[in-house]
Every structure is written in C-alpha cells, then in structure tokens.
Nanobody, 124 residues
C-alpha cells in the first residue's frame, strides 16, 4: 500500500496549462502502475491516463489524447500529469491512483490506492 497526495491544481484560463503532481510514500512505489482519474460535478469518475512502472507503456482517454502527458520519476516517488490546451470541460477534481499490477489499466476498479484529489478549474 502507498499513500498518495496530489498537488498542482488551480484556476487557469482556457488554452492554458497546468502540471499536476502525485507524491507517494512507501517503499514499493516503483512497482506500481499509476493512473489519473477525474470527476466533474454530477458526473461519474472517468479515466484520464495511466503509466506502468517502467514508463514504457501509457494509455490516455480519447478526450485528452494529444493534450495531456503522464510521466513518472520513480527515484522521486512521483507521477505527473502535464495538461496543455485546457478546455472548460476539463474542469474536475483530479485523482491519482496506484495499482499493484503491471498493466496500463483504464478501469478504476483495477486501482488499489487513491489520493484525496486536487481541483482543476478551467475558465472560458
């Protein structure tokens, strides 16, 4: 089990960029698949991006592909989500999650540990 803490959220204008960070505590972060999910008001939590422990495989939701980039630094126990060309529909609470498996999972049920979330608001 790892403890996850997201940061980097905030208010940004449409077309702008934000970089989210997820800091993990625990000795086994390097073996975890990590993912980002988001939940907008009144909507279900949805998959955003995932990256396996070696960082050699990633997957993205169609809605963010080409705009968002997931990366990780295992030496720093941190996973990142670089968000460019932000749109108002990207407004949501963004959650970091970890899985003990070694696959680019897109389903939230595949993840074992979750952060508290960080708010991203994109204004028009």
């Amino acid at each position: 089990q790892v403890q996850l803490v997201e940061s980097g959220g905030g208010l940004v204008q449409a077309g702008g960029s934000l970089r989210l960070s997820c800091a993990a505590s625990g000795r086994t972060f390097r073996i975890y698949t990590m993912g980002w999910f988001r939940q907008a008001p009144g909507k279900e939590r949805e998959f955003v991006a995932t990256i396996i422990r070696s960082a050699t495989s990633t997957a993205y939701a169609d809605s963010v592909k080409g705009r968002f980039t997931i990366s990780r630094d295992n030496a720093k126990n941190t996973v990142y989500l670089q968000m460019n060309s932000l749109k108002p529909e990207d407004t949501a609470v963004y959650y970091c999650a970890g899985s003990r498996g070694n696959y680019a999972y897109t389903a939230s049920s595949s993840y074992d540990d979750w952060g508290q979330g960080t708010q991203v608001t994109v204004s028009s």
